[in-house]
């Protein structure tokens, strides 16, 4: 089983992926989180992404393309995967249409997340993710357990992304309203898109994406 997460920055969809993965035995595929990674090694890809992502702007359809190309010949993909925050434009979504085909996939749901530009700065400015194992928590919606302690792995140290400021939240639903929007119709029109609404509870919006996934 192969799935799309769309909606807008911070409305939910690492998250809730995550929260998918064991149940389902899919694997999270985030371009965020895999172009993060290239500008940390200080590969070339890195290089050129890096200002991309701090202006809050999306980085060139052939870098994620080629990203996303590579990773999903990978064996532990083999199951399944949620594309989280893939595809991002129209011609994204086209040419992860070919390569579906080319490699004998399917692309079985496309899942929008809907959330209100509103809540949005709330979520991003509070977001934080455990340095060790990634898992993601809020300052105000989704505090570890025990304060300061991962739930996941035990880890101590948090970290917070370069570009979850006020400033750049702003660009980043803009990027989204102009590039990424466009793409509910895409999906509409081929008949695999659901809708959830992403402004429920973390747990809330998890039941209403497993009522879809059966
Ligand atoms: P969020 O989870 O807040 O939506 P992501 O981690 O998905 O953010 O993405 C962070 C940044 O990485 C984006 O603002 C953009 O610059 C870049 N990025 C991630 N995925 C894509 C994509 N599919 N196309 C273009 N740029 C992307
Ligand atoms: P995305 O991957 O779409 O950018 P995230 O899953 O990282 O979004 O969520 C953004 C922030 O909002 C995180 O700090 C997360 O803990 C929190 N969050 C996610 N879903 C909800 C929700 N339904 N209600 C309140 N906060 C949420
Ligand atoms: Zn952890």
Redesign the pocket.
């Known amino acids: 089983m192969d799935l799309v997460l769309l ?1 807008p ?8 992926a995550k929260r998918l993965m064991e149940k389902y035995g899919l694997v999270q595929l985030s371009t965020g989180d895999m172009l993060r990674a290239a500008v940390a090694s200080g590969s070339a890809v890195g290089k050129k992404a890096k200002a991309v992502m701090d202006a809050g702007q999306l980085v060139s359809d052939d870098i994620v393309i080629a990203i996303i190309d590579d990773r999903l010949d990978a064996p532990d993909t083999k199951n399944g995967v949620i594309f ?2 893939f595809p991002r434009t129209v011609a994204q979504a086209e040419a992860l249409d070919a390569m579906m085909v080319r490699k004998g996939r399917k692309l079985d749901y496309a899942i929008e997340i809907r959330v209100p530009d509103e809540p949005i700065v709330e ?2 400015t ?2 934080f993710t455990c340095a060790k194992c990634g898992a ?3 300052d105000k ?2 505090q570890p357990k025990a304060a300061g302690v991962c739930d996941s792995c035990g880890g101590t140290e948090f970290i917070r992304r370069a570009d979850d400021n006020a400033e750049t939240v702003h660009k980043r639903l803009d990027a989204y309203h102009a590039q990424t929007a466009p793409l509910l119709p895409y999906y509409q029109a081929k008949g695999n898109y659901h809708l959830v609404d ?1 402004t ?3 747990a809330e ?1 998890t039941k209403d994406l497993e009522k879809i996934l059966g």
């Open positions: 909606g920055p911070g409305g939910g969809k690492g998250t809730q989280d925050g979520r991003i509070g977001r993601g928590y809020h919606f989704q992403g429920k509870d973390i919006v």
